[in-house]
């Protein structure tokens, strides 16, 4: 199957900093990828749909501003929390879909985030 | 507003029992995905179904797809203690690129 790669699998960070996760395609080639965050024992929350060479589409609710999201290549999409508080501190992940593959979705390991 | 509706929502059973989960919804979908999710790590595809009707299994798991394409079920036999986890369901709806997911159902199987 298409592997994903999500890094780091964890981070802890200080209020007030940035924290920067990469989402890796490593076997295929990915124009879009998608960002979720997750809470515990919860369903996945899209958060923003990561298209290469182009602006992300947030979803509503998402400050596109506090998370920035740059595809810059087939094969890495990157998710930046700008200034994080505590109440960002969540499970990260990242998923894309392949071209030839129709609808199904491959996802990162997820990245947890605490921030302290 | 297009939902999928996914129960329960928690499950508890003990090993060797069987257990169905069930996702249901007013509108058709082109495919649907079944997805387990373990702690800590991304969720991982089991299946996929796309025609109404169909049925897959993968060893003591049985997908299907409701005849008209809005509802699936996941029927899991004898269960094992390993089976434990979050169970998710996906569906795409026509040319749209973006998957819907049920809540999901958290399973744990006490040996």
């Known amino acids: 199957g298409a592997v994903v790669s999500q890094h780091p699998s964890r981070v802890i960070c200080k209020s007030g900093t940035s924290v920067k996760i990469e989402c890796r395609s490593l076997d295929f080639q990915a124009t879009t990828m998608f960002w979720y965050r997750q809470f515990p024992k919860q369903s996945l929350m899209l958060m923003a749909t990561s298209n290469e060479g182009s602006k992300a589409t947030y979803e509503q609710g998402v400050e596109k501003d506090k998370f920035l999201i740059n595809h810059a290549s087939l094969t890495l999409s990157t998710l930046t929390v700008t200034s994080a508080h505590p109440e960002d501190s969540s499970f990260y992940i990242c998923?894309?879909?392949?071209?030839?593959?129709?609808?199904?979705?491959?996802f990162g390991q997820g990245t947890r985030l605490t921030v302290v | 507003t297009q939902l999928l509706e996914q129960s329960p929502q928690f499950l508890s059973i003990q090993e060797g029992e069987n257990l169905t989960v069930y996702c249901n919804s007013s509108s058709v979908f082109s495919s649907l995905q079944w997805y387990r999710q373990e702690p800590g790590e991304g969720p991982v595809l089991l299946v996929t179904?796309?025609?109404g009707g169909e049925v897959k299994k993968l060893k003591r798991l049985t997908f299907q797809f409701g005849d008209a394409r809005k509802d699936s079920s996941l029927h899991i036999t004898a269960a094992q203690p390993g089976d434990t986890g979050l169970y998710l369901c996906a569906g795409t709806t026509g040319n749209n690129r973006k998957l819907i997911w049920g809540l999901g159902t958290s399973l744990a199987v006490n040996p």
């Open positions: 179904v796309v025609t």
């Open positions: 998923s894309a879909r392949v071209l030839q593959r129709g609808a199904e979705a491959f």
